[in-house]
């Protein structure tokens, strides 16, 4: 299991094994505060800033780690 | 420019020294003083449930934070800061040659409230008296424009720093509510020869503006802006966390390392960063991510809330209070935050004659 999951279930308060790229973030709070932290969270993990008005757009995993993929490394 | 041209201006024989910095000029004091009102996070239980607080303090780190009651004012708390410094450093107040007020909780919207205070202080005619517009990062600017009004000439300046923000928000508005406090402080900056060189790193990024913003009360008709709940009043703080986040990310990090290198410090060697208390878990993350240990870095946001351009002298006053006034100390001071603005100052400090807090 990849820290950047184990990031995330932290933040949605699931467990580590429920975080697939199919994870549905809008039926899990996907709220301002879920947003700042994955923030935070991309750029321990990856050293890369992504927008946050960018993440907001996102609705599953998957959309967050393309965003992660296309950002310029911080 | 093309990049012929940008190569050749780097290489120039007579390129500018490293950053700004202005030396002979010291930091003698400082006393904060707070509004007697304080709210604990149960105070906001009522409105917002339980967990609905515990959601936003998670993030935030605000325990208690102080609000002014009807009637006080961020120079009221600012005028009794200053007056406590002027005596603590036996000034007089004819010896100041300038005040600068820091604020965007002015009390009128002219004269410059650094006027009235300046009458309300008895200060001379022949001092100066200026209000400075900004937040987050207006203590450091506060503090090049007092080494600057040195530098050209003033002796003794005192930099007032203070706001008011609870008077700002939406009390509905849970991100907002929770988060601010207000503080007033005062600083006595003294022309000192043989003082060393205060480094500054200074800048804006205008187009994030509209991120943190309070867009009525000035003369320019509010514009409408489709990420404002429609209950919030344009008199009131609208604030895009997630941007104001985003831009905290980028910006901090760099402006400490950048301030490290023109100094020509080594980040083991800084006794303490000062960062803008903005929110707990922001604070956290970027003293991680520049690799200093929590002890090199205070936080009391938990204690005061975000006070805006207070922060860095309300930190000095209270957690750093026994460490400022037992030694010299080598700190810097890193503000961020509405226009976007930011900047730092790294300053080798002698021992200060006095950092105190006062309940107002």
Same mark, same amino acid.
């Given at each position: 299991?990849?820290?950047?999951?184990e990031?995330l279930?932290?933040?949605?308060?699931?467990?580590?094994?429920?975080?697939?790229?199919?994870?549905? @973030?809008i039926?899990?709070?996907?709220?301002? %505060?879920?947003?700042? !932290?994955t $923030? &935070? @969270?991309?750029?321990?993990?990856?050293d890369? %800033?992504?927008?946050? !008005?960018? $993440? &907001?757009k996102?609705?599953?995993?998957?959309?967050?780690?393309?965003?992660?993929?296309?950002? &310029?490394?911080? | 420019?093309?990049?012929?041209?940008?190569?050749?201006?780097?290489?120039?024989?007579?390129?500018?020294?490293?950053?700004?910095?202005?030396?002979?000029?010291?930091?003698r004091?400082?006393?904060?003083?707070?509004?007697?009102?304080?709210?604990?996070?149960?105070?906001?239980?009522?409105?917002?449930?339980?967990?609905?607080?515990a959601d936003?303090?998670?993030?935030?780190?605000?325990?208690?934070?102080y609000?002014?009651?009807?009637?006080?004012?961020?120079?009221?708390l600012?005028?009794?800061?200053?007056?406590?410094?002027?005596?603590r450093?036996?000034?007089?107040?004819?010896?100041?040659?300038?005040l600068?007020?820091?604020?965007?909780?002015?009390?009128?919207?002219?004269?410059?409230?650094?006027?009235?205070?300046?009458?309300?202080?008895?200060?001379?005619?022949?001092?100066?008296?200026?209000?400075?517009?900004?937040?987050?990062s207006?203590?450091?600017?506060g503090?090049?424009?007092?080494?600057?009004l040195?530098?050209?000439?003033?002796s003794?300046?005192?930099?007032?720093?203070?706001?008011t923000?609870?008077?700002?928000?939406?009390?509905n508005?849970?991100?907002?509510?929770?988060?601010?406090?207000d503080?007033?402080?005062?600083?006595g900056?003294?022309?000192?020869?043989?003082?060393?060189?205060i480094?500054?790193v200074?800048?804006?990024?205008?187009?994030?503006?509209?991120?943190l913003?309070?867009?009525?009360?000035?003369?320019?008709?509010?514009?409408?802006d489709?990420?404002?709940?429609?209950s919030?009043?344009?008199?009131?703080?609208?604030?895009?966390?997630?941007?104001?986040?985003?831009?905290?990310?980028?910006?901090?990090?760099k402006?400490?390392?950048?301030?490290?290198?023109?100094?020509?410090v080594?980040?083991e060697?800084?006794?303490?960063?000062?960062?803008?208390?903005?929110?707990r878990?922001?604070l956290r993350?970027i003293?991680?991510k520049?690799?200093?240990?929590?002890?090199q870095?205070?936080?009391?946001?938990?204690r005061y809330g975000?006070?805006?351009?207070a922060?860095?002298?309300?930190?000095m006053?209270?957690?750093?209070?026994?460490?400022?006034?037992?030694?010299?100390?080598?700190i810097?001071?890193?503000?961020?935050?509405?226009g976007?603005?930011?900047?730092?100052a790294?300053?080798?400090?002698?021992?200060?004659?006095?950092?105190?807090?006062?309940?107002?």
């Open positions: 299991m990849s820290a950047f999951y990031g279930a932290e933040i949605f308060e699931v467990e580590a094994t429920e975080i697939t790229p199919q994870f549905d @973030l039926a899990h709070n996907w709220d301002s %505060l879920a947003i700042v !932290s $923030l &935070a @969270l991309i750029d321990e993990c990856f890369k %800033l992504v927008d946050g !008005s960018v $993440l &907001a996102c609705t599953t995993v998957a959309d967050v780690e393309r965003v992660v993929g296309m950002a &310029a490394a911080a | 420019m093309t990049e012929a041209g940008h190569q050749a201006a780097v290489g120039a024989p007579h390129a500018p020294p490293k950053g700004l910095a202005v030396a002979d000029v010291r930091l004091g400082v006393v904060s003083a707070l509004p007697s009102r304080r709210l604990d996070n149960v105070d906001f239980e009522t409105q917002f449930g339980p967990e609905g607080v936003v303090v998670k993030m935030i780190g605000v325990e208690h934070r609000w002014v009651p009807t009637g006080q004012t961020a120079s009221d600012c005028f009794l800061a200053a007056q406590r410094l002027l005596t450093l036996d000034w007089a107040p004819d010896s100041v040659d300038a600068v007020f820091v604020t965007q909780t002015p009390d009128q919207r002219l004269p410059a409230t650094a006027c009235v205070l300046h009458g309300r202080l008895g200060l001379s005619s022949r001092c100066q008296a200026f209000d400075v517009g900004l937040g987050c207006g203590y450091v600017y503090l090049w424009l007092a080494a600057l040195i530098q050209g000439g003033c003794r300046v005192l930099l007032l720093a203070g706001e923000s609870s008077r700002l928000i939406d009390p508005d849970r991100a907002t509510a929770l988060l601010f406090g503080a007033g402080t005062a600083s900056l003294e022309r000192s020869p043989g003082a060393p060189p480094h500054f200074l800048g804006t990024d205008g187009a994030g503006a509209s991120n913003i309070v867009s009525g009360g000035g003369f320019r008709t509010p514009e409408p489709s990420r404002r709940p429609d919030l009043a344009a008199d009131h703080l609208f604030m895009d966390g997630g941007e104001v986040f985003s831009f905290t990310l980028r910006a901090v990090p402006l400490v390392l950048e301030t490290l290198a023109n100094a020509g080594e980040r060697r800084l006794d303490a960063l000062l960062l803008h208390q903005a929110n878990f922001m993350h003293v991680k520049l690799g200093l240990t929590p002890a870095a205070p936080i009391n946001i938990d975000n006070t805006s351009s922060s860095i002298p309300l930190l006053t209270t957690d750093l209070a026994t460490r400022l006034t037992a030694a010299p100390m080598q810097m001071s890193v503000g961020f935050g509405v976007y603005s930011w900047g730092s790294l300053m080798t400090l002698d021992s200060l004659a006095c950092a105190e807090t006062l309940a107002a």
